[in-house]
């Protein structure tokens, strides 16, 4: 599985984004797709998942700011960012995860918020 990731760059706080994941290869295995984020000097985490019946999960963190959403029709994935912060700067990396339980991840895509 491939992915596409675009949406990424520079935003004030209290600003909005939207990043976009897009995957080739073989979409039908995949069963959970999401987004993970990593800043300089801290352990890459969860921002939020979705299955393919569309559960979501969310970190605390971007509860009530962040929204996940999945096509599987496109097999893409998609996070909403409202209400930005300063510590919501990072990469930002596409997720999946097989029904055999193979991890897949995009190369990341920028996010820094700054005023």
């Known amino acids: 599985v491939q992915f596409v990731e675009s949406g990424g760059g520079l935003v004030q706080p209290g600003g909005s984004l939207r990043l976009s994941c897009a995957a080739s290869?073989?979409?039908?295995?995949?069963?959970?797709m999401g987004w993970y984020r990593q800043s300089p000097g801290r352990q890459r985490e969860l921002v939020a998942t979705?299955?393919?019946?569309?559960?979501?999960n969310y970190a605390d963190s971007v509860k009530d700011r962040f929204t996940i959403s999945r096509d599987n029709a496109k097999n893409a994935v998609y996070l909403q960012m409202n209400s930005l912060k300063f510590e919501d700067t990072a990469v930002y990396f596409c997720?999946?995860?097989?029904?055999?339980?193979?991890?897949?991840w995009g190369k990341g895509t920028q996010v820094t918020v700054s005023s």
């Open positions: 290869g073989r979409p039908s295995s995949i069963y959970v």
């Open positions: 979705i299955t393919n019946t569309h559960t979501t």
């Open positions: 997720y999946a995860a097989s029904w055999s339980s193979e991890n897949y």
